[in-house]
Structure formats: structure tokens, C-alpha cells
């Protein structure tokens, strides 16, 4: 359950199905959530709305997660979303692409929603105590 309030969960994924589960799991644990099926629509729902996190694949059309993420770095800095990479991208060096690129965490699919869901709520609670 998110802390507080209802967390804005933005999701983003060019895989429909996936992002029909997200939504389902995401809302019935109290997350407010929108999504995007592609880079450039997520970043046009990002500024439209300040979600709290923000989850990206890296491989979408018309702009890669990583682009998105660096994007929202450069507009907001001071809003600190947790950005989250779910992505099939595997190897360190990927890894480490995403964490350059303004991730807060890379994750491979197949990721557990249990464990998504624990990765957004520990850090959430971290950044609320931090504040």
C-alpha cells in the first residue's frame, strides 16, 4: 500500500498485455496510474501529470526508456521521481547504461509485481523519511 496518499505511478511499455497487468496489479494495491506505449507519449504524460515513479522499458519506439529518463532528470531535477528500467536488457553494461542514464533501479524481465511493487514502496518510504 502506498504511503500516504495515493502514489502516481506512471508505467510505460510497448507491450499492451503487460501494461493491462501492471495497471490491474498497481490500482489494486492503491496506486493512482497512468501509462504510455511508447517514449514519447510517456514523457508527454510524465509533464502532464508529476507521477511519483516512474516505470520505463528501455527498448519502446519513437524514444528508448533511457532517452525518457534523462529527459525527465533534465526537466524536473528537483522533483526526484524513482525511475525504475523493467527491461529484457540483462548484461552489466546495460545495467550500468541505465544507472548513467538517471535509473534508479534496473530490473529484467520477467520481473515478480510482488517485487516491483517492494522495490517502489521501500524507496518510497526511504525518500519520505529523507525529506
Same mark, same amino acid.
Not at 501494461?19 to 493512482?32: I, K, P, R, S, T
Not at 504510455?36 to 510524465?46: N, R, W
Not at 529484457?88 to 542514464?101: C, M
Given at each position: 500500500?502506498?504511503?500516504?496518499?495515493?502514489?502516481?505511478?506512471?508505467?510505460?511499455?510497448?507491450?499492451?498485455?503487460?501494461?493491462?497487468?501492471?495497471?490491474?496489479?498497481? %490500482? #489494486?494495491?492503491?496506486?493512482?496510474?497512468?501509462?504510455?506505449g511508447?517514449?514519447? &507519449?510517456?514523457?508527454?504524460?510524465?509533464?502532464?501529470?508529476?507521477?511519483?515513479?516512474?516505470?520505463?522499458?528501455?527498448?519502446?519506439? !519513437?524514444? %528508448?526508456? !533511457?532517452?525518457?529518463?534523462? &529527459?525527465?532528470? !533534465?526537466?524536473?531535477?528537483?522533483?526526484?521521481?524513482?525511475?525504475?528500467?523493467?527491461? @529484457?536488457?540483462?548484461?552489466?553494461? &546495460?545495467?550500468? #547504461? @541505465?544507472?548513467? @542514464?538517471?535509473?534508479?533501479?534496473?530490473?529484467?524481465?520477467?520481473v515478480?509485481?510482488?517485487?516491483?511493487?517492494?522495490?517502489?514502496? @521501500?524507496? !518510497?518510504?526511504?525518500?519520505?523519511?529523507?525529506?
Amino acid at each position: 500500500m502506498p504511503i500516504g496518499n495515493a502514489a502516481r505511478l506512471l508505467i510505460a511499455d510497448d507491450d499492451l498485455n503487460l501494461l493491462d497487468a501492471y495497471v490491474l496489479f498497481f %490500482n #489494486e494495491h492503491g496506486y493512482q496510474t497512468r501509462t504510455a506505449g511508447d517514449g514519447v &507519449e510517456a514523457l508527454a504524460q510524465y509533464c502532464a501529470w508529476w507521477p511519483d515513479a516512474v516505470i520505463l522499458d528501455i527498448q519502446m519506439p !519513437r524514444m %528508448n526508456g !533511457r532517452a525518457v529518463a534523462r &529527459e525527465i532528470r !533534465r526537466v524536473q531535477p528537483a522533483h526526484c521521481p524513482l525511475l525504475v528500467a523493467v527491461t @529484457s536488457l540483462s548484461s552489466l553494461s &546495460e545495467q550500468a #547504461e @541505465s544507472s548513467q @542514464s538517471g535509473f534508479d533501479y534496473h530490473l529484467v524481465k520477467p520481473v515478480a509485481l510482488p517485487i516491483l511493487l517492494a522495490t517502489i514502496t @521501500s524507496s !518510497r518510504a526511504w525518500r519520505a523519511s529523507d525529506a
